[in-house]
């Protein structure tokens, strides 16, 4: 996908490691035998997680994408398997695991509720009991109900200023990104299925798991419609 060509070279100075997220994975899946991270991106907190000890499985559709995150494994010296697959597609992936996450507001790259209730009941089969999948994702609660146009505060590091825009169109949110480095300028759009927390739980649930917890961001602080992100851990 041309959108994340683009932007992967750049990914890692934009989106570095979110130290709280990394120790709120490794709080649930700290003795996992096993994690599968669902839209892996260029594999930051993958290794993030195997340089802790934990065997990392990405899960990532975007060739260049996946390309970074074996690069990054050797240059940290950690094994993390790849598997260049869309959601859709996690079906095909045999490994039960002991644990799952897709974060960085992957999930909403499906393209309607039945790809997202597809997707949910998969990774079900993928854990083994008692076992976690954990969700991160914009609050489109909070995007939804914007009077205008909902953008985040623009990202400036360097030579490279990141700005990022949604605005609904139908059942979609078409989300705009605007890359400029060092005077050359990248504008993508792509459209995504919005999903919310009122629409999320109960398809977990509908699936078999047990919802534990959903918090508004990873400081685990409770969720409400303003909070920047949606949250949930789902036990199988």
Not at 3 to 8: G, I, N, Q, R, T
Not at 27 to 47: C, P, R, W, Y
Not at 170 to 186: A, M, P, S, W
């Amino acid at each position: 996908m041309a959108f994340y060509e683009s932007l992967a070279p750049f990914y890692d100075e934009i989106f570095p490691v979110n130290e709280t997220a990394c120790s709120f994975l490794l709080s649930f899946f700290e003795n996992a035998d096993a994690v599968l991270d669902v839209g892996a991106g260029t594999g930051n907190m993958a290794v993030a997680l195997a340089q802790k000890g934990l065997k990392v499985i990405a899960v990532e559709p975007d060739e260049a994408m996946a390309e970074y995150i074996r690069q990054k494994a050797v240059e940290n010296n950690v094994s993390i398997p790849v598997h260049i697959k869309s959601m859709q597609e996690i079906n095909q992936i045999s490994d039960q695991v002991n644990g799952i996450y897709c974060i960085g507001n992957t999930l909403p790259h499906v393209n309607n509720k039945e790809e997202l209730e597809y997707f949910i009941r998969k990774c079900y089969e993928r854990l083994k009991s008692g076992e976690r999948f954990i969700l991160q994702l914009v609050n489109y609660e909070k995007v939804l109900s914007a009077v205008e146009d909902f953008s985040f505060p623009v990202i400036q590091k360097g030579g490279i200023t990141f700005t990022r825009q949604y605005k609904q169109e139908e059942d979609k949110i078409i989300f705009t990104t605007n890359l400029t480095v060092n005077g050359d300028n990248f504008s993508h759009s792509i459209p995504l299925f919005p999903v919310t927390s009122s629409q999320l739980v109960p398809l977990l649930q509908e699936a078999g798991f047990e919802v534990e917890q959903v918090y508004g961001n990873f400081a685990r602080q409770d969720y409400s419609k303003n909070s920047p992100a949606l949250v949930v851990v789902a036990k199988k």
